[in-house]
């Protein structure tokens, strides 16, 4: 059983396309996040949903829109395709607690823009 | 503005050895630092520290946090070749769940 799922795993595309990512989690949990790997390994948060609320709107790109139906699910569409939005995209989820919040990632989504 | 720096950035050691990969953090309203392994795809969680002092230990691997010098520490004793993966440091920052990572230390353990 995948805790946090994405779609696809790899995505080759053209510049000036629409891209979109899908992730679900079956966790239970309330907040969803996507995230940007580089290919320095770093790693930067990009949104966060929170029961389908926007919580977190880093400095992204207005072609960047994130949508989530239901607390289970966050997907990240992309207008008109750059070379450098070429990174693996991770989807996480957390459940807030009291102290600490212990996020889970999906297996990430490598985007090729060429 | 919020900040994550791990050292070293890599490290090669061999089957045996004994490492300790260093976090050090400049964040506003911190709530907690976190550890993460990542292999060829998604981070791994490892450790989360929310109280100076208080060592977290899991099999060959331990951390500990000091809150008033602001760093973590992360050792690995005895390492394998397992242990060869990308090991991410992030602290969460404020009660929203945002993690801030640091670049990560490139670990290669040689037999």
């Known amino acids: 059983d995948t805790a946090v799922s994405q779609t696809p795993k790899y995505l080759v595309t053209q510049m000036g396309n629409d891209k979109s990512i899908k992730c679900e989690q079956n966790l239970g949990h309330d907040t969803m996040y996507w995230y940007k790997q580089d290919s320095k390994k770093f790693l930067k948060i990009m949104f966060s949903?929170?029961?389908?609320?926007?919580?977190i709107n880093e400095t992204v790109p207005n072609r960047f829109s994130p949508k989530s139906p239901d607390k289970a699910h966050l997907n990240l569409h992309i207008n008109s395709l750059e070379l450098g939005d070429s990174a693996v995209y991770f989807c996480?989820?957390?459940?807030?607690?009291?102290?600490?919040?212990?996020?889970?990632f999906g297996q990430g989504t490598r985007l090729t823009v060429v | 503005e919020d900040k994550v720096v791990q050292s070293p950035l890599s490290l090669v050691v061999h089957e045996g050895d004994t490492v300790t990969l260093n976090c050090s953090y400049e964040?506003?309203?911190?709530?907690?630092l976190l550890w993460y392994k990542q292999e060829k795809k998604a981070p791994t969680f490892l450790f989360m520290l929310?109280?100076?002092?208080i060592e977290k230990k899991s099999g060959r691997l331990s951390s500990i946090l000091d809150k008033k010098e602001l760093f973590s520490i992360l050792n690995i004793t005895a390492t394998q070749t397992g242990d060869s993966a990308v090991y991410l440091c992030?602290?969460?920052?404020?009660?929203?769940?945002?993690?801030?990572f640091g670049q990560g230390t490139t670990l290669q353990v040689k037999p």
């Open positions: 992030a602290v969460e920052a404020g009660n929203t769940g945002k993690l801030i």
């Open positions: 996480a989820s957390s459940q807030k607690r009291v102290v600490g919040t212990e996020a889970f």
């Open positions: 949903y929170n029961n389908k609320e926007l919580i």
């Open positions: 929310t109280s100076s002092g």
């Open positions: 964040v506003t309203n911190f709530r907690s």
